[in-house]
């Protein structure tokens, strides 16, 4: 498929002499991505062709391999294949180097397939086409460590790039997601392709969800600068709280017996067998009931031993038999499979006492706060807020790690961490023997205040995508201005809105 307006790069008889199908499809490109009407258009001609070579493969080219090939391949990948938006361009990113590096090309593709709101960050325009970027550069008073450095994959091999290719395959990275790891026997990959878009597309629907990816509602850090103060919400109106456990995020769809999927932050799909959700009036099973829940290893004591037992602590109902079940009162959560409580704001306190930290027997990593009248809302809820102990703030970096040689001095290895969409590095850390095991891999890492310099924790296997830059320098803002936990005491005690006040 050659969307150039030229004739120059390809002979359509030599191509077709090589038993290849050419297809001419002349877009504008320079200034303009691809209306609605070529991409429909790109999409029904890959599906026609995989309809009737299902083995084989499309070879897409543009000028320079990038923008306009990139935008089509993303689209197809969101329309046929159930990506987010946001994923979608990583997975093309991650395979042609910078991948798509103009603005309005990724504006658009947010515009036509995510939230209107999203801001997907250009990776900037590749080394060879306009120079090198200054090494020490600044956003929004934090400091990110841009390395200037010429990639090879960044590069075109000749003259006019190689075509980008795109196969009929919806794997990530070649491998199959497990689920929490592999810790709890019997939890299997959904394989079948068909299946997984129609309980992804069910998930959605029960969240109301317009977007492609992972529909569950995703909290914002609790935060009080000059630049944001979303504090004050909780004496604006009334809230309920809960701990924050150290565990693993996912959306539980009771379709009925023996049909019981979770879905992970990368929105992959997983059935668990042998699991049980019994109507509480009814001798029946539950159906067409979706859950929202943190998966935890818990530490039992079992004939005087620690034994581990995963449980899934189920805290809000999204969808119940069918009916919106959105907006609920959290003291009144009717599900019995180690329900997690919300409790009222003024209950703050008890979430530090020793007596309830003792009595859960799973990691707390902070707290969050569930504004009482708002609905389920998927994705990003501003009203959501998660307050992290200021020494547990993370993000979640890619690492990268790079040996490094400058003029007259020895190698050194280098690790550069990265966010969503961005080439160059948002910090860096020092490269141990233990941690080059992580290259590649996604990351968690803090802050260390004394020496502002970051400090790994763990690998997040459950995610396969660092946290975006706005994400980012959120946590940075958070850590520059921490609302500590007594400041969150006080606050609450003094100003926290109280239920029975709100009428």
Known sequence: MDFTKTS???????????????????????????????????????????????????????????????????????????????????????????????????????????????????????????????????????????????????????????????????????????????????????????????????????????????????????????????LRFLSEQPYMVSWKADGVRYLVLIEGENQVYAFDRDNNVFKIPNVTFLHRKLSRHLRNTLVDAEMIIDKVQENGKVVDTPRLLIYDIIRFEDQDKGKIRREKEPMSIRRKDFFLLIATPKFFDQKFLKSIGHEIDGLIFQPVNLPYHPGRCDMLLKWKPPGLCTIDFKLDIRKVQKQGELPEWVGNLHVLHTELPFGRIKVTKDLKQYDQKIVECKLNPATQLWEFLRERTDKSFPNALTTAMSVCSTIRYPVSKDALLNFIIQKGCKINESG
């Open 8 to 230: 120059r790069y390809y002979d359509r008889q030599q191509v077709e002499k090589n038993c290849c199908i050419y297809k001419k499809m002349p877009m504008e490109g320079h200034g303009q991505t691809p209306t609605e009407e070529e991409t429909r258009e790109f999409i029904e001609c890959v599906n026609a062709f995989f309809e009737n070579n299902p083995s084989d493969i499309v070879a897409l080219h543009c000028t320079h391999g990038f923008n306009r090939t990139g935008f089509l391949i993303v689209a197809y990948l969101v329309d046929q294949c159930s990506y987010a938006v946001d994923m979608a361009i990583e997975e093309f990113a991650s395979a042609r180097p910078n991948g798509i590096y103009k603005e309005d090309y990724l504006k658009e593709l947010c515009k036509r397939y995510g939230d209107e709101e999203d801001v997907i960050q250009p990776p900037g325009r590749p080394l060879w086409e306009e120079g090198p970027i200054a090494e020490d550069e600044y956003c929004n008073g934090a400091p990110i460590h841009f390395v200037e450095e010429t990639h090879a994959s960044s590069l075109p091999s000749t003259s006019h790039a190689n075509p980008s290719t795109l196969t009929n395959g919806t794997k990530q990275n070649g491998t199959v997601k497990r689920f929490m790891d592999g810790l709890v026997p019997g939890v299997t990959y959904v394989e079948d392709e068909e299946e997984r878009v129609y309980l992804q597309g069910k998930t959605r629907e029960y969240c109301n969800y317009k977007g492609k990816g992972f529909p569950g509602s995703q909290p914002v850090s609790l935060e009080h600068s000059p630049q944001k103060d979303n």
